[in-house]
């Protein structure tokens, strides 16, 4: 069974522009979440969809959003880069995701973002 | 608000040693708690997810153990090998939902 897959591996922006990441959970997942990851904060949560409907948002601004397609595949957008954008953005899907859940989450490898 | 934390840091041991890695968390209200491993530029994996309920779960040579009244989960590692060098991670859910607080995690390095 195919793992979670995301696209591009690596990306280099420019302050200013947007940026799209893409994100294929594993088949049969409905719930897809957002990750960003930087040496100084960590890991943190940016979004969770479930059936094409955004379920929980984290703490960062809207330049930051996302959407999920019927099929769960699943992008997020970052407009108006600043340096600071620069991370390993991660994807996990999970089979399930409410309340209530114990689904494990599977992680993709990630893509990172130079922001210059 | 929860709050992970992870130590030590860094650990390094030489091949063979049995080992424990720690996670503390300061809001005992979650549902569960997952472990991941994490490889130098690659993803997380899953390791291990102990629901609020139990008290420890299993997979081979780990172990992870949960007590949540104490704020507290550590994870065993048996007879160590140096493909379990990577950084490993706990986190938190408050209701099972997705929106997880990650530790800083511990990076293990095992000698061969």
């Known amino acids: 069974k195919a793992g979670v897959t995301q696209t591009p591996r690596y990306l280099i922006k420019t302050r200013g522009q947007q940026v799209t990441l893409s994100c294929s959970p594993i088949?049969?997942?409905?719930?897809v979440s957002w990750y960003q990851q930087t040496p100084g904060q960590g890991l943190q949560f940016l979004f969770e969809?479930?059936?094409?409907?955004?379920?929980n948002k984290g703490n960062f601004p809207g330049r930051f959003s996302g959407r999920q397609f019927s099929n769960s595949r699943s992008e997020m957008n970052v407009s108006t880069l600043e340096l600071g954008d620069s991370a390993l953005y991660l994807c996990?899907?999970?089979?399930?995701?409410?309340?209530?859940?114990?689904?494990?989450?599977?992680f993709g490898n990630g893509t990172r973002l130079t922001v210059t | 608000k929860q709050e992970v934390t992870q130590i030590p840091a860094a650990l390094s041991v030489p091949e063979g040693e049995n080992l424990v890695l720690n996670c503390s968390f300061t809001?005992?209200?979650?549902?569960?708690l997952q472990w991941f491993r994490q490889d130098p530029g690659k993803g997380l994996t899953s390791l291990l997810l102990?629901?609020?309920?139990?008290r420890e779960q299993t997979s081979g040579r780990l172990n992870a153990s949960l007590d949540k009244s104490s704020g507290r989960s550590t994870l065993y590692i048996a007879a160590s090998q140096p493909g379990d060098s990577a950084t490993y991670l706990c986190a938190t859910s408050r209701t099972g939902r997705r929106a997880l607080t990650f530790g800083s995690g511990t990076r293990l390095q095992v000698q061969p």
């Open positions: 996990a899907s999970s089979l399930e995701g409410g309340f209530g859940s114990n689904s494990p989450l599977h």
């Open positions: 809001d005992s209200a979650i549902y569960n």
């Open positions: 088949s049969g997942h409905r719930s």
């Open positions: 969809y479930f059936s094409e409907t955004q379920r």
């Open positions: 102990i629901q609020s309920s139990q």
